[in-house]
């Protein structure tokens, strides 16, 4: 689940007619990058140090798994294990804080798979060629590291038709309260409704600067 093959400039060419038969962990989930050993490493050894650009607080314990195209870092953040979960956090590289978007990695992968298909156009990566069947797919390789409930939400979720809804924007990415339009399997609203309702804690989608 954690082989993407090798990075690299022609890591589609080579790798992607193969994985996407038994996609990794969330193959499908849009600007979600697995990251290899020795940059994981990496990352931790810059996190810590003082002369890194990020000026990460010390009370801060975070650990990289996965990275977005802009270089954010989906991570591991230990200094707020919760009821024994250690939470999925994302950590923006030039903004200061970090937004906590679940309590452990299997509500973590139930909630990449949501959002997989919240918004579908020709450049989302699980609408290429055959939708069905990728959605068939990654459902069957990530189905052991679910519960039963989050399976049978997206099961259901993943046989729908695309529809087109409105949802209204909000935050330093557009204008206060705009409106747009998008097409997928679940709505903004509807998402938000089964995040709360499923995976909900008291960190759910909290933000924390950490930089110092």
Not at 84 to 97: C, F, G
Not at 113 to 133: C, G, P, S, W, Y
Not at 147 to 161: G, K, N, P
Request: glycine letters at 4%; hydrophobic letters at 40%; proline letters at 4%.
């Amino acid at each position: 689940m954690l082989d993407w093959g090798e990075c690299g400039k022609n890591w589609y060419a080579i790798y992607w007619e193969k994985l996407k038969i038994n996609p990794p962990l969330l193959l499908f989930y849009d600007d979600f990058e697995i990251m290899d050993f020795n940059h994981i490493v990496e990352e931790i050894e810059a996190f810590k140090d003082p002369d890194d650009f990020r000026q990460t607080k010390p009370e801060f314990n975070f650990v990289p798994f996965a990275q977005t195209g802009a270089g954010d870092l989906y991570v591991f953040q230990f200094d707020k294990t919760y009821d024994k979960n250690v939470p999925v956090s994302l950590v923006y590289h030039d903004y200061e804080t970090v937004v906590m978007m679940a309590k452990n990695i299997q509500d973590f992968i139930f909630r990449g798979l949501l959002e997989a298909v919240v918004e579908i156009d020709q450049h989302t990566r699980i609408a290429e060629e055959d939708f069905k069947l990728n959605r068939s797919n990654i459902l069957r390789t990530h189905k052991p590291y679910l519960s039963q409930t989050q399976f049978d939400v997206l099961a259901e979720i993943y046989s729908r038709e695309i529809f087109e809804y409105t949802y209204k924007c909000y935050g330093f990415a557009c204008p206060e309260g705009s409106e747009y339009s998008a097409k997928g399997l679940v709505s903004r609203d509807e998402l938000s409704i089964i995040l709360k309702r499923e995976i909900n804690f008291k960190y759910l989608d909290k933000e924390f600067v950490y930089m110092g």
